[in-house]
């Protein structure tokens, strides 16, 4: 966790404005959204104005445009949680990371607002710092999860849509509709020099899709509207960065084109991409429909492919009746899958900002930390919730939580029906995209650094080759010495010589060993197969291996398993160092629970990355 930051505003001086309640009403300004230039209001302005215009334009329109009359903001919405999701948002468009300045540009609001919003999210850990540039955290997608939880679709469906893509060889993907766009909720994509680069959580324009004439079937007329207005104020999509912009303005042509296409998928129950998003990308596109009355569509299947594999024609007669079939086994799923037991609600949040905020002081903005600790709420049987649920699950005050369901109903992160509360797809856009694509060295790379730092040894991250018999170094992060173990990351090592390796070895395949001769690097080389057997047993009851001066004399090295979901060791962490810096003994003392420690802290966010998304090891 990064350190305490200090803010830039003089002792004693006003508190900034993110504290302040809302501005009245009218005070507002509206933003322009362009690609890669989101910039509202003016750097270092008063947030009280500008940092609640930026995100308000964003986000109450239909799609990720501003619309020219903003909706008013409601008297109860807490400001400071409204510029958090605008940084959150800003740093989501960038790429997952942004300079200070830059956030203070791209947002509008005061520096000290966003030093402040920074550390506040930085203390969930939800971005980290690295010099004056703030990264977003895989921590921050249990925002996503828990939409994706709630959903319940992609554990459901996903299994269904990667059979699929095994069985043509070609990409498939799972949409849902978000007002008059759509968003993957799961993509299985084939390794190509050529493959498709659209991420989990990517907003798309409905008319430039596949899914989008399907999901229009369902649209009403005010939905109609809003994507006129949408297209008149966006005519190239500038606002949906996914999505290359459109060489030519929109006109009226190729608006009635959509609504042509959309009256083709009602009645043919399929729809069509032929290159519309960009040159060569072709896709087809069936609905899966939610049980009971009217069938309602609940997600949209497609399968991607290259005009060089296929043409659009092809996708029609080769393509689709075997897309149909998939679509019916995950209509069936939905169909006969037992209602998901609870699982357990966040705990002891309130307590946790409470304490947070009395170590930080004036740095923590407690408002901003409680109203998102509210989307954690939801989940994996608990898809609506209502007030009394949020407050109870989240432990937060009745008042709180309620300014913070008002906060989001009008951000459109959430949409309330009745009593109860939904999330919506939106909150996808909260650092799922970039953060989708995220590997396990990406992953490790700030708690090897973290590591590092403390102990004053170089540390290593690496995974076992597909032959089992090496091991490959995919992260790493030297200490500053005069004498320190020199290795680069992609270097391979044999694994039964190396801690590393050990503690790959002990937990892939029981007692199997390496198929290769086991040669003698060093007089103290294990060599003999059975003592070797007798070593991974240890490693696998004590948790941890120390190897000693084996691979190269004078070299000693420990290591740790990183674990998956689902309990398998994929990964180690090690340390090494010449063996006269410490002993076997203090190793195992003072450096085991730290490389535990760490490898704890690894493993948190690989299950939260990899719990929708497949993480890859190197």
């Known amino acids: 966790m990064p350190a305490k930051r200090t803010p830039e505003t003089p002792e004693g001086s006003a508190p900034p404005a993110a504290e302040k309640e809302p501005p009245p009403v009218g005070e507002t300004t509206a933003s322009a959204t362009r690609r890669g230039d989101r ?10 104005t500008a940092g609640s215009a ?54 509008g609001l005061a520096r000290s607002t966003v030093d402040r919003i920074t550390a506040t999210l930085a ?65 299985t994509t084939r390794r190509r020099a050529m493959s498709l680069s659209f991420r989990i959580g990517d907003l798309l324009p409905a008319e430039r899709t596949a899914p989008g004439p399907l999901f229009a079937t369902q649209w009403t007329a005010a939905d109609w509207q809003r994507w006129r207005e949408r297209r008149a104020a966006d005519p190239r999509d500038l606002s949906f960065t996914a999505v290359p912009p459109r060489t030519y303005e929109g006109d009226a042509e190729g608006d009635e084109t959509f609504v042509h296409r959309t009256r083709e998928a009602s009645t043919h129950g399929w729809s069509l991409d032929d290159q519309l998003i960009e040159p060569g990308l072709v896709a087809i596109s069936v609905p899966v429909r939610s049980p009971g009355p009217g069938g309602r569509i609940a997600s949209v299947a497609s399968v991607v492919s ?23 086994a995950m209509e069936r799923e939905l169909h006969t899958a037992p209602p998901p037991e609870p699982g357990p609600p966040p705990s002891d949040l309130a307590l946790w900002t409470g304490a947070s905020k009395q170590q930080l002081g004036r740095e923590f903005i407690e408002s901003l930390a409680r109203g998102l600790t509210v989307l954690t709420a939801f989940g994996e049987g608990r ?124 937990d892939a395949s029981g007692d199997t060993l390496p198929s290769a001769s086991l040669r003698a690097f060093t007089p103290h080389t294990i060599t003999d197969e059975r003592t070797l057997a007798e070593a991974l047993t240890s490693v696998r009851a004590q948790g941890y291996a120390l190897v000693d001066e084996e691979l190269e004399e004078g070299l000693r090295s420990i290591a740790v398993p990183i674990r998956d979901g689902s309990g398998r060791v994929v990964a180690a962490l090690n340390t090494a160092m010449h063996a006269s810096r410490r002993t076997p003994r203090e190793c195992v003392t003072d450096l085991v629970p730290e490389l535990t420690a760490t490898a704890a802290r690894i493993q948190t966010d690989l299950h939260t990355a990899a719990r929708f998304t497949h993480v890859p090891l190197t």
């Open 306 to 328: 290259h005009t060089s594999r296929h043409t659009a024609r092809d996708l029609r007669t080769t393509l689709l009746p075997r897309l149909r079939s998939a679509v019916r």
């Open 383 to 506: 898809p609506e919730l209502t007030l009394t649920e949020v407050s109870r699950a989240t432990g937060l005050a009745r008042a709180t939580a309620r300014r913070a369901l008002i906060t989001y109903e009008h951000l459109d992160l959430v949409a309330a029906t009745g009593r109860t509360f939904t999330l919506t797809p939106r909150v996808l856009a909260l650092g799922f995209p970039p953060l989708s694509r995220t590997s396990l060295p990406e992953i490790a790379q700030p708690h090897l650094a973290d590591l590092t730092s403390r102990i004053h040894e170089s540390t290593s991250l690496a995974v076992l080759s597909e032959s089992g018999e090496e091991i490959q170094y995919t992260a790493r992060v030297a200490t500053a010495r005069v004498m320190s173990v020199n290795i680069t990351v992609g270097t391979r090592l044999p694994a039964y010589a190396t801690a590393l390796g050990r503690v790959l070895l002990a």
């Open 123 to 187: 203390r969930m850990g939800y971005v980290r710092f690295d010099g004056r540039d703030v990264h977003l955290s895989p921590r921050l997608m249990e925002l996503g999860n828990a939409y994706m939880s709630a959903l319940r679709l992609p554990a459901l469906l996903s299994p269904h849509a990667d059979a699929l893509a095994d069985e043509l060889d070609e990409s498939v993907s799972l949409a849902v509709a978000d007002r008059d766009g759509i968003r993957f909720i799961h993509q």
């Open 54 to 107: 930026t995100v308000t334009a964003a986000w109450t329109s239909g799609s990720a445009v501003g619309s020219a009359a903003e909706r008013e903001v409601p008297a109860e919405a807490v400001t400071p949680l409204i510029r958090g999701i605008a940084v959150l948002r800003e740093l989501t468009e960038a790429g997952g990371t942004l300079s200070l300045s830059g956030l203070e540009r791209a947002s």
């Open 39 to 48: 910039a509202a209001g003016t750097a270092g302005s008063d947030a009280g």
